[in-house]
T-cell receptor, first 117, second 113 residues
Framework: AQSVTQLGSHVSVSEGALVLLRCNYSSSVPPYLFWYVQYPNQGLQLLLKYTSAATLVKGINGFEAEFKKSETSFHLTKPSAHMSDAAEYFCAVSKGRSGGSNYKLTFGKGTLLTVNP | DTEVTQTPKHLVMGMTNKKSLKCEQHMGHRAMYWYKQKAKKPPELMFVYSYEKLSINESVPSRFSPECPNSSLLNLHLHALQPEDSALYLC????????????FGQGTRLTVV
């Protein structure tokens, strides 16, 4: 079964510092992986996705993630944190029946990012 | 237009009330979803509609009743809810392929009193 594990429920960084949010997946086949961000009392917004086209994926707001099969990881990074990056971040995997049309996103537990001035 | 619109944004209802949550998208997506999110938790899938047919029901209690009148609309009918059903209810849509991202609405904050 495909699932994702986010290491660290809370990450705190200083403004301008590197952001690193960890996500590991468990899968016997190449997964389809996503990072979403959720600001307080809002819905989820897609940051980026991995669909096997390229291992380094660039997303919105300066975020990127690298798919590493050898480490079963898809960590999210941003070189320089901004106050506006403070939010909850979710890693997700698309799960479904091969050949079918019933797919669903299953989320990790989330990582709360706080940015200190 | 990449928006998923949910109404209402906030809803307070008694345990004997009947209410409905509405969701609309105009992206031509053929899969639509209802998720429930409790505070400080990830979204949990409730239902999936694919080509207007219910394809996944994650063992949700019958007091929640989904409906997909057409490819753009998704409703969630609520009846005899419990206080523990209070949560943020998120609607999402996507193309029904595994590599396609889901677009989420802003959610309905439901409080059951």
């Amino acid at each position: 079964a495909q699932s994702v594990t986010q290491l660290g429920s809370h990450v705190s960084v200083s403004e301008g510092a590197l952001v690193l949010l960890r996500c590991n997946y468990s899968s016997s086949v190449p997964p389809y992986l996503f990072w979403y961000v959720q600001y307080p009392n809002q819905g989820l917004q897609l940051l980026l996705k991995y669909t096997s086209a390229a291992t380094l994926v660039k997303g919105i707001n300066g975020f990127e993630a690298e798919f590493k099969k050898s480490e079963t990881s898809f960590h999210l990074t941003k070189p320089s944190a901004h106050m506006s990056d403070a939010a909850e971040y979710f890693c997700a995997v698309s799960k479904g029946r091969s050949g079918g049309s019933n797919y669903k996103l299953t989320f990790g537990k989330g990582t709360l990012l706080t940015v200190n001035p | 237009d990449t928006e998923v619109t949910q109404t209402p944004k906030h809803l307070v209802m008694g345990m004997t009330n009947k209410k409905s949550l509405k969701c609309e998208q105009h992206m031509g997506h053929r899969a639509m979803y209802w998720y429930k999110q409790k505070a400080k938790k990830p979204p949990e899938l409730m239902f999936v509609y694919s080509y207007e047919k219910l394809s996944i029901n994650e063992s949700v209690p019958s007091r929640f009743s989904p409906e997909c009148p057409n490819s753009s609309l998704l409703n969630l009918h609520l009846h005899a809810l419990q206080p523990e059903d209070s949560a943020l209810y998120l609607c999402a849509s996507s193309q029904p392929y595994q590599n396609r991202e889901a677009f989420f609405g802003q959610g309905t904050r439901l409080t059951v009193v």
